[in-house]
């Protein structure tokens, strides 16, 4: 007799499981940004490093580099300090930002070293709209006799 409780229960307990809420699972994946890089929105994968003219996968924690004709994943990139970068977060989204080089090395050129931007950028103090648009020959907007 001490069989029928024990089914009785179990009858009992089965109804309530069924009648239940399904349980939920949630995951969250945080990724943060290296502390040589801006702070990335959500949903960012990569960084554009103009200074090496390759990429950083903010999720694997690797470097994309041109080595040997082929794009390549490096957890380090030897004779480069990364606190000397001056990466940008690019909105792409796949596994391949690559495809994309072109448009990001003319939006993002190289880092230049201080004084060079007026080389590159022909900027000439006092002389032209210090945009590198114009001829150098225009009057300026300084004070000095010409």
């Known amino acids: 007799m001490k069989l029928f409780p024990k089914l009785a229960f179990s009858g009992v307990f089965a109804l309530f499981l069924a009648g239940a809420a399904p349980a ?8 943060n940004s290296p502390s040589w890089g801006p702070a ?3 949903g960012a994968q990569y960084y554009y490093i103009p200074d090496i003219g390759g990429y950083y996968d903010l999720r694997g ?10 794009w390549t994943r490096v957890t380090s990139l030897n004779g480069y300090n990364p606190a000397n970068f001056h990466p ?10 690559w495809v994309l080089i072109r448009d990001h090395r003319a939006k993002y050129p190289k880092a230049m070293p201080p004084g060079q931007a007026k ?3 022909g900027v000439h103090p006092g ?3 210090g945009h590198g648009k114009g001829n150098g020959n225009g ?8």
């Open 127 to 129: 002389k032209g709209n």
């Open 119 to 121: 080389k590159y950028y």
């Open 24 to 31: 939920q699972a949630q995951i969250n994946i945080n990724i």
């Open 139 to 146: 009057k300026g907007h300084g004070k000095d006799k010409h």
């Open 61 to 70: 924690q690797r470097y994309i580099v041109y080595r040997n004709n082929a």
């Open 88 to 97: 940008v977060v690019i909105d792409y989204r796949g596994s391949q930002p």
């Open 40 to 42: 990335a929105p959500a």
